[in-house]
């Protein structure tokens, strides 16, 4: 179907700040695709903290690249579409897709690279398929290939610590890290112990408790990996609860992360913190999209909004406190 000429509806903003109020409704002419690109109609996006961090300005210089930015790059939907050279889709399939930090998923039409993009098994919803792929990606990234644990073959139980278990990427890393053979320790508020238990971590702290800001294992356990997806724990709360070689991944590190991370390479000492960004790859979505197939892994989504009500879903997310995912729908 050629959208040439064709308007969507869009929600973007074109300067630094404004939190939601900087968001505005526009109409726009519907993108098309190049060589190697897919248009798609968008059924679900999913809102990471990243979207908003760029909106701040705490990312500049480096992003945005260019105003207006349509937010939000995790995305699922069904191509209408296909650019020249496209191999593995066609108009009428049903995809998920990153389309990076330039982002576009606020929208009733978006363009998506094809090697960017995967199907999208009918045993996956828009929503759960959308929220997948950051907070996934991370997640996954993080156990397996920084972490070094394997999710499918036994190994020599390993102890973990996922702190902020209830959020976008805590909420998958629980449940991925029980894949393995694994006891899981998790941090969260009070009203969402029972949740994080329901994930599979074996015991779960009250954050706001003294037992909880110490990060201490109620059973005694020592940590071999921390998926740690919050903010201002120093290191000296981490590292007399590590093992010997214990591992701090920090999701969102400061300058502070950085120093000790040097620190720590440069005295070669056995624990370590390692700062992580992620990028999504295909390969990862695609795992994690069998993995939801069958049923090894679920989306849990906070909140869902309509594309007209973009601004309550970009403050719910900016607010701090979804359990899971935060979804926007055309
Ligand atoms: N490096 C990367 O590649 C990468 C990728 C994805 C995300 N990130 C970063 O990772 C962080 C988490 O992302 P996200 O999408 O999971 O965020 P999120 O979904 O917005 O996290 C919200 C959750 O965190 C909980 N929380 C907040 N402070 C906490 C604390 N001190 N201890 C325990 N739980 C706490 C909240 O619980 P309450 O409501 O009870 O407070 C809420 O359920 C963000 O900073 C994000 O930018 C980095």
Redesign the pocket.
Known sequence: MNMAGKLMKAVWYDSYGGGSAGLKHVEIPIPSPGVNEILLKIEAASI???DW?IQKGMVRPFLPKKFPVIPAGDVAGEIVEVGSGVKKFKAGDKIVSTLGTAGGGFAEYAVAKENLTVSRPPEVSAADGASLV??GC?ALHALTVTGGINLVKTQPRLNILV??A?????HYAVQLAKLGNTHVTA???A??IEFVNSLGADEVLD?KTPEGSSLKSPSGQKYDLVIH????IPWSTFEPNLSPNGKVID??PSGGAFWTYAVKKITFSKKQLQP???VPKAEEIECLLNYVKEGKLKTVIDSRYPLSRAEEAWEK?IE????GKVVVEP
Request: glycine share 18%.
């Open positions: 990471n903290p990243i961090k950051i907070a991370t702190t902020a209830s959020g976008g990427v805590g941090t969260c508020g009203r969402n954050y997806c919050t903010t201002g999701l969102t992580l960004l992620v997310s701090g406190h979804a359990t």
